[in-house]
Structure formats: C-alpha cells, structure tokens
C-alpha cells in the first residue's frame, strides 16, 4: 500500500471513531436536555452519567484528528485554512460554550437548568456546522480568484445538499445515540429508560437511511465524479445496509429479562454498519481531498517525517488502548457506577 | 494583523488556564500524599477542594486548547505547511499525552470512591504526566520556532528533514524545564494566595485556621523549591539565549553595542534614539557574566542586525516584569519559610496580606514571559525562516471571529470566577470539615 493511503486511512479511522463518540457525546446532551426538565426522570441520568466522564475524552479526539490531519498532509494547510476558517471558528466557539457550560451546571444548581438547555441546543449546532464540510470537499462551492480559493458561502447555505448533509448528521446523531443509551440504560438496570431510548432509535433508523439515500440525490452536478465512485464501491455501502437490517432486527428481539431489544447486539452491529458506510464513503472520495483542487498525494508530508508520525502513532495507541479498556471497565461496566 | 491579535489573546487566554492545569495535579498529589503519610483527614478534604476546582479550570482549559489546536492551524496554513513537514512529531505526541491526561482525569473525577488510595494516587500521577507531558511537548514546538532545527531550505522547499533533530532543537530542554517549573511554582503561589486570604479573615475558626494553615504551607515549600528551580533554569536559559538567539537576549536587555563585560539593565525604557535603555540601574559586567559565566564575554548587540529585524523594544520591561516578579516570590517566599520554620515564629497579619498578592503576580509573570518569547522572535515565526506576515492567512474573516472569540474569553473569564466563588461559597471549608468530623 502507497504511504498516503496508509495515512489516509488513520485519518480517517479517526474522524471514524469521533464520529461515533461525538454523535453519542451530543445526541446524549440532547436527551439530557429534553428529559432534564422533569427533574431526575431515569432517561437523563443515564444521559448525564455518560456524558460526565466521556465528553473530555470526545473532545480531545476531535483534536487529534485536525492535529493528524495537519501533520500527515500538511500541504493541505493554506487550502483548508482558507475555506473552514469561518465554519470552525463558529464551530469552536460553541463547542466552547457547551464543554464548559455542561461543566458548570454541576457546580451552579441553580442556574443548572439554564447552562443545560443552552449545551444541549450547541450540541445540535456544532455538528450541523462539522459536516456542512463534507459537501465542500465533494466539489462545486469553491472559486479561484487572483491566485485565491474563495468558499462561496451563498451558494452553500441556499445550496438543498448543504441541508441534507445537515439532516444527515442530526438523524446520525439521534439514532446512534439513543441506541446507545437504551443500551446503557438495559446494562444500568432501568427498563422504563431503555424502552423510552428504543422507542427513539426505531423512529430514527429508518429515517437517517432515508436521508443517506436522498442525501446522494441531492449532490450538486460537480459532484458525479464522486457519484461514479460510490457506485465502484457499492459492495462496502451494501455491506452497511445489511449490517443496519440486523442492527434493527436485534431491537425487536426480546432480551433475557423478557422486554424487547437485544441492544448490545444491535449496537455493534450498528457501528459497524458505520465503519462499512465511513470507509466505502472514504474510498470513494479518493484520490481528492478537495476535489478538484488537491489530492491527497499532494498534500502528503514527506516520508521520513511519515514514519516518524507512524511510530509515534503506533506507540500512542498501545499506550492509550489498555488506559480505555480501564475507562470503559468504570465507566460503561461496572455495576456500582451504573446502578447507583 | 487581526490574526495576530486573534490568536495571541487565545494563547494568552489558554495560558492562564493551562498553567494551572500543569501546576495543580501536582498539588493534589502533595496534598494526597501527606494524607496518606501523616492519615490527617484535612489533606483528604484539601485534595478533594482542589480537585473540583481543578475540574472547573480544566474544562475551560481543554476548550480553550482546543481552540489553539485548530486556530492554529487555520490562521498559520503558512506556518502549519512547514510545521506538518519538520515538526509535527511533538503536536501529535501531545495529543495521545492529552488523552492520557484527559481519561485519567475523569477516573479520578468520577471513579475516586471505588478506587483503592494507591489506584486514586496513581490516577492522579498520570494526570499529572500526562498535563506536564503535553506542555512539554508542546512548549518543544515553540522551542523549534525560537531555534529551529533539522532540514535544510533549498529553492523554497523543505529537504532532508530529519524529525528527531527537529525534536531535539538546541533550546527544547532548557525551554521545557523553564515552562514546567514556572508552572508549578505558578500553582503553588495560587494555592497559597487563597490560604493566605483565607487567613487574614477575623472570623474564621481554630479548626479553619489549621486547615489554612497546612495548605498554606504546603504551597510555601513548594512555591519556594519551584523559585528556585525557576531562578536556576533561567539562568540556563539565558546562557542558551547568548548562544542561539543573541538578537532576543540584545533587546531583552536593550543592548545596542556589542561588547564585552556588557551591563544588565534592571527597569527603565529601552530608546532607540539614543540607543539606551533610560531610567534603568545598570550592574556593570552582570550581563556578560549571565551569558558565558565570564565578565568579559562578548555580548552581541542590536546593531549587529538589520534593524527591520529586530523585534519590538518594550519586551525589555516583558522580560523585567516577568524576572522582577520571580526574583521577589523567591526573595518573599524564602523569608516566610526562614520565619516559619528556621526562626520558629508565627506570621503576622502583614506576611498573609503580601502573600495573597502572589498568586496574580506569578500569573502577571507568566503571561509576560511568554509575551516575550513570542515577541522577542518577531518579525519571525520561525527564527530567520519565515516571516509573521509570511506564515497568517489571507481570509477576510479574521476580524469577525476575534471580536467573537474576544467576546466569549472575556464572558468566559467572568463565569468561571463567578462559578469557582458560587460553588465555593456554597461548599465552605467549614462543611467539609464537619460533614466527617
């Protein structure tokens, strides 16, 4: 395999995995915020009781992609600096607001309601923001002008793609969180939460692959170079479908206790019906990272620099992987953190 | 321009916030660890006190680095173009560091009660690591802009890269240690100004007062020990300066002329007119002897340097204000702790009033000393390689989102105070100490 691919392929593993934390991190703000308001309702415990420990671990993920994403590519820098600046800036501002107002409304009861309701609304916003990047990267929104990129932001706010990868998203987002919580919930010993989550995620599952499909109808014209590829790759999307039928069957299935929902089932097989759809969308948007200005190949660092980043990574990982099995040990396992 | 000023208010922001980020766990630690040698329960519930809020500082911390991270990135693509090819190593080792930092945190935070005291010690010393490991590692960036190392620039490009040199760049160890050890003595002048505060109250009780007094001790030692440290280092520091930065060390000292047996210039003004730092009191050869441990090492001077080279003459007082602070919180905290624990005395009322002005005073000097650094490279990013103007972006969005981010860092400064002294006031001491009494 060419180094760049190698690369690519961490990066994307990453951006992977903090899709998947950051749509539990907040879709689980979101709950927290909806059943909040009747005061220590099961379902927003449980919200909150991931959320507490998992949202700084979340958030450094997301860094660790950009600091990847500049250290392996670095010639993408002036490009991507150019066309996100304002999407993440904005971005940040409310990533934020939310961390530290979560943070505060353990601390400040009273005001507690306030600063819940404000990270909860920042959590929908920050990944509007975080994927209305997607359609950018596919082509169409971006111009020359004396030597310069230039993002065409009215184009992409009236532009119907830009909203149908918003929608995209937030469905994402409902759907893996609430799975996850009913799981949760099943594990922490509250039925009543766990069907309340179910409920959601049955809503939510069919909805998100609806939008998925549309979301592929609704590409602008410069996009079909994409649109060809995924049709190169529809084995990895396929693959994803079939694991979403069984990830779904498992929800109507009666568990030990007699309720319904195999949730730890349905939940794996619905992270890898991600991993199949993220690395088939991944192989599809090769060789361009911002197409049709910059391919990955000419971003790439150069290849002392690319092994020296390898290792540490290598390294990093084998450090970091027992640190998480400890943390999800406490955190996700342990009876006398769930059932307190 | 905006995003100059953009991004060093973010920095400057995140410093005060990071600093004590790295300086804390280690006074959880101290304070875990006199609990677990001396089994008083005030260590315990000085500890857990810290700790929450440390909890609060570090959320705005982890938002605030989070911000640098991708501001960086998306300010400086000129800067982060040549930082992804020779230096990206310590930014991505930072990042595993964090995470380090950031899973160990919540164990603590959340798992204190089932853990056993030698697991919750060990969480917390991996905290620790793991904070002091990130600024390191990121203090080991800034060291390379400051004296950059390990490629060569042919034809505008970047060759022969070798990213251990990189890593290792001549000023890395002494700029990594002067950075850890200031932060550390940073957090113990915070803790002893809130014990010293807290003394100085009328209306506190015995039982109060011991538990104040045992924080304010703590911090005290250390405060003095870090001082030191600090002293020690900077004098390292300066030797590296002379070495590979001579331009930085001739306007630190407003130097002009190159010479030998050079003066050090204490306060005053440097003038470029008369080429003089005016008003200043000048200790003939002290200068020289910092640099090259001989009063008649040659010191360069200003002159030798094209002058669109040189970077803005006020850090001198910068670089006054953060050594005139040190020099005192050492000289002050060596006093108390001869009092203390040489001359068997008790403090005076006047002792505490002093020591609560330290805290901000070591925060003044922090910021001033890493104001220095980075004006002191200026016009440079990166020394003799790339120019400031060279390395910003050409959005048109800057000014947008300085007055935005100006905006949240100022609310934010407020409302973590007003959340550190809402919950504070709501949690005494007092409650602490009678809930297990």
Not at chain 1, 145 to 166: D, M, P, Q, R, V
Not at chain 1, 275 to 286: D, K, P, Q, T
Not at chain 2, 181 to 209: C, D, G, P, Q
Not at chain 2, 329 to 358: C, D, N, Q, R
């Amino acid at each position: 395999m060419e180094a760049s691919i190698i690369a690519i392929t961490i990066l994307w593993s990453f951006l992977y995995i903090y899709s998947m934390l950051g749509s539990l991190d907040f879709g689980a703000g979101f709950w927290g915020m909806i059943y909040g308001k009747k005061n220590n309702t099961g379902a927003s415990l449980i919200a909150n009781r991931f959320l507490s420990p998992t949202w700084e671990v979340t958030n450094v993920f997301l860094v660790l992609f950009v600091v990847a994403l500049y250290s392996f590519f670095p010639f993408a820098a002036s490009m991507l600096g150019v066309l996100f600046l304002l999407p993440i800036g904005l971005g940040l501002v409310l990533l934020t607001i939310r961390t530290t107002f979560m943070v505060f409304s353990h601390s400040v009861k009273r005001y507690g309601r306030l600063l819940q309701v404000i990270s909860g609304i920042t959590g929908i916003l920050i990944p509007a923001l975080l994927v209305s990047i997607l359609p950018v990267t596919l082509g169409g929104f971006i111009t020359m002008e004396n030597g310069h990129h230039e993002l065409l932001y009215g184009k992409l706010l009236t532009s119907f793609t830009t909203y149908a990868h918003i929608l995209f998203g937030i469905c994402t987002q409902f759907f893996l969180s609430a799975l996850f919580l009913a799981d949760y919930a099943s594990v922490s010993k509250d039925p009543s939460a766990a069907q309340l989550y179910r409920k959601h995620a049955i809503v939510a599952g069919p909805v998100t692959i609806v939008v998925a499909v549309l979301t592929l109808f609704t590409l602008e014209p410069e996009a079909s170079w994409f649109l060809t590829n995924v049709e190169n790759h529809l084995y990895g999307f396929g693959m994803s479908l079939l694991l979403f039928l069984f990830g779904y069957a498992a929800l109507f299935l009666k568990n030990r206790d007699g309720q319904r929902g195999l949730f730890r089932y349905a939940v794996v097989f619905v992270v890898l019906q991600y991993g199949f759809a993220i690395y088939a969308y991944g192989s599809s948007h090769l060789p361009y990272m911002v197409y049709p200005h910059l391919t990955i190949e000419e971003a790439f660092t150069n290849p002392s620099m690319f092994y020296a980043l390898l290792i540490a990574t290598i390294i990093g990982m084998a450090i970091l992987v027992p640190a998480f099995y400890l943390f999800w040990k406490l955190f996700l396992k342990d009876r006398r953190y769930l059932e307190q | 321009m905006y995003a100059r000023v953009l991004f060093g208010s973010s920095l400057g922001f995140h410093i005060i916030y990071a600093t004590l980020g790295v300086g804390l766990p280690l006074m959880i630690i101290l304070s875990e660890f006199m609990h677990i040698i001396t089994k008083d329960r005030h260590y315990a519930i000085m500890a857990r006190r810290i700790t929450k809020g440390f909890a609060i500082l570090i959320a705005v911390s982890i938002a605030s680095g989070t911000i640098v991270g991708v501001l960086l990135s998306l300010l400086w693509p000129g800067f982060m173009e040549m930082v992804g090819q020779i230096i990206a190593l310590p930014f991505l080792i930072e990042i595993f560091a964090f995470l380090i930092e950031a899973v160990f945190m919540s164990i603590y935070l959340y798992a204190a009660d089932r853990l056993s005291p030698a697991m919750r010690l060990g969480s917390i010393i991996l905290v620790a690591i793991g904070a002091v490991g990130s600024a390191i590692l990121i203090t080991d960036a800034h060291a390379w802009m400051n004296t950059p190392d390990g490629f060569r620039i042919v034809n505008g490009e970047v060759v022969d890269v070798d990213p251990l040199d990189a890593f290792f760049n001549p000023s890395f160890f002494a700029t990594a240690l002067h950075v850890t050890v200031s932060a550390y003595m940073t957090a113990a002048f915070v803790m002893a100004s809130v014990a010293a505060f807290k003394l100085l109250k009328r209306n506190i009780t015995k039982e109060e007062r011991s538990y104040h007094m045992k924080g304010l001790k703590i911090s005290l030692v250390l405060g003095l020990l870090m001082s030191l440290a600090t002293a020690a280092n900077g004098h390292e520091t300066a030797q590296m300066l002379h070495e590979y930065m001579p331009r930085k060390l001739a306007a630190a000292e407003g130097l002009f002329e190159t010479q030998s047996y050079a003066p050090l210039a204490i306060g005053g003004f440097t003038d470029e007119e008369s080429e003089s730092v005016k008003f200043a009191i000048e200790i003939p050869g002290a200068l020289s002897f910092l640099a090259g441990d001989r009063f008649d090492t040659e010191v360069l001077g200003l002159n030798e340097f094209p002058k669109d080279e040189w970077p803005p003459l006020f850090v001198h007082t910068l670089f006054n204000v953060m050594v005139g602070i040190g020099t005192l919180l050492l000289l002050y905290s060596a006093f108390l702790v001869i009092w203390k624990f040489v001359l068997k005395k008790e403090f005076k009322p006047w002792m505490f009033a002093g020591l609560t002005a330290g805290g901000p005073l070591a925060i003044i000097a922090i910021e001033a000393g890493w104001c220095f650094s980075c004006i002191g490279r200026q016009p440079w990013t990166i020394t003799d390689v790339m120019r400031t103007t060279e390395a910003a972006t050409d959005s048109d969005y800057v000014g947008l989102l300085f007055f935005l981010f100006a905006g949240l860092y100022i609310a934010l400064l407020f409302i973590t105070s007003f959340v550190m002294r809402y919950y504070f006031k709501r949690n005494p001491v007092m409650k602490d100490l009678q809930l297990e009494g």
